[in-house]
């Protein structure tokens, strides 16, 4: 069962204009929420994340949006740059192994900024 | 600092063979969590090692099975290996003890089972 899912497996966007990417969870135990970025050839980075105790968290150009009863995420980022064309992956965690989360992961999507 | 370093990059092994992949964990650092990235998905959780004892196990046979050495460094042994092994095999470390500690990923292992 794909608990945390990523619908667009896509996304193209002129530089400057916002790109919005969505999420979509279905474990309502979640209660923390992050967007990681990958090159390829590189691991997942790190961008930003959110409590579920908040519905919004910024940080510079990219923002994350969390709306529970939807069980809904997205990340924002304006403007957009050629440089952030990557694949962002939505990820929930619930639980705590003496820790350290174990993150679940959404499938990605392709994100390509266009000059 | 140094990040979190993988070996091999790559790796090719035949249907019913073992594999040993290693990572490094960030300076610092004191657990890390290993996961599989099959092709057009997302990284799924296998294990995670913490004091050098498994914490918390996903959705993986026992033939998946990991170390964790003093020195914070791990090991994933995968034995029997099945044509579905094909992934991409990412460690991460993180240094418990934050309240949301930020896991950081290295560059993964590219594992081809023929």
């Known amino acids: 069962d794909q608990q945390v899912k990523q619908n667009s497996p896509s996304l193209s966007v002129q530089e400057g204009r916002i790109s919005i990417l969505n999420c979509d969870y279905t474990n309502s135990m979640f209660d923390y929420f992050l967007w990681y970025k990958k090159y390829p050839a590189e691991g997942p980075t790190f961008l930003i994340s959110i409590s579920s105790i908040k519905d919004k968290n910024e940080d510079g150009r990219f923002t994350v949006f969390l709306n529970k009863s939807a069980k809904h995420l997205s990340l924002h980022i304006v403007p957009s740059q050629p440089g952030d064309s990557a694949v962002y992956f939505c990820a929930a965690s619930a639980e705590r192994i003496q820790g350290a989360q174990k993150l679940v992961f959404g499938q990605g999507t392709r994100l390509t900024i266009n000059p | 600092e140094t990040g979190v370093t993988q070996s091999p990059t790559h790796l090719i092994k035949t249907r019913g063979q073992q594999v040993t992949l290693r990572c490094s964990s960030q300076?610092?650092?004191?657990?890390v969590s290993w996961y599989q990235q099959a092709l057009g998905q997302g990284p799924q959780f296998i294990f995670q090692?913490?004091?050098?004892?498994?914490?918390g196990r996903g959705n993986f046979p026992p033939r998946f099975s990991g170390l964790q050495f003093p020195n914070y460094s791990s090991e994933l042994n995968v034995n029997a290996l099945e044509l579905d092994d094909s992934a991409l095999y990412l460690c991460?470390?993180?240094?418990?003890?934050?309240?949301?500690?930020?896991?950081?990923f290295g560059p993964g292992t590219r594992l081809t089972v023929l």
């Open positions: 300076s610092g650092h004191n657990t």
């Open positions: 090692y913490y004091r050098e004892e498994e914490n």
């Open positions: 991460a470390s993180s240094l418990v003890g934050l309240a949301y500690n930020e896991q950081f």
